[in-house]
């Protein structure tokens, strides 16, 4: 596994913009894996419901009665929706949950309160035998608590524990791991709303302290953080708009490359404050 691509938000709603990059991931030629959300969906599913969603500093607590509806709309209609597409772009995919296998394990974040879980431990098996296969995994964020019941993981924190994951298995022979988060924003932004290219571990917990990042983009970046930290050579940020965009984003060519190392001048220390779009 060489890529891991998170996507969520307009794209994945945007059939068009899902089979031009299931195409850019096949001409990649690299082992990769997408992982998708799906949370605005289940939203409007709930209220059709009579359910009223729950958040917690932009955290769904995914209430038990709410838990169904998760699996319905993410490991069923939007998962297999993607496979289809894929199909008709040309590219051969299987679709996944993170309950598939044990691919994802996860610890309640509100015990007695709901089936949102933080991601506990990871096994890579099934996807990797599927790529060796040709095939690329389409993974829904999905899984199963540690007391065996269904749960809720945003597809952000899934994304960064599976390329940490495969980045602690590479060796020394071993191609580098990368990160995708495709967003509806277009980078990181600094004081003037411009896209900052490149952001340094280092000068990520500057930046949210001063306010620069904040919200969902704050969460987003420290993820990126924490996928350096576990040996991923390189995280971007930013949205996709056309054919030939994964590519651009893995090359710097557009959004922002979170990488290792320190930061020098040119990163802001204050200003505007970039949101993340929906995950």
Known sequence: MELVVKTGGRVAADQQAMASLFQDLASLRLPSVLVHGGGAAVTDLAARLGITSAFHEGVRITQPEEMALVDMVLAGETNTEL????????????????????????????PGRGRTARVSSVNLAVPELLLKEGFLPVIATVGTGEDGQAVNINADEAAQAIACAAARRAGRDTPPVQLCFISDTAGVLDDQGRIIPEIPRSAIEDLIAAGTVRDGMAAKIRSCGAALEAGVTRVVVGSYEQAGDISRLLQGERGTSIVPGTAGPGIPASGRAAKGGPR
């Open 83 to 110: 496979v289809r597409l894929a199909r008709r772009a040309g590219v051969a995919a299987v679709g996944l949950t993170g309950s598939d296998g044990e691919l994802l394990t996860g610890t309640l974040l509100f």
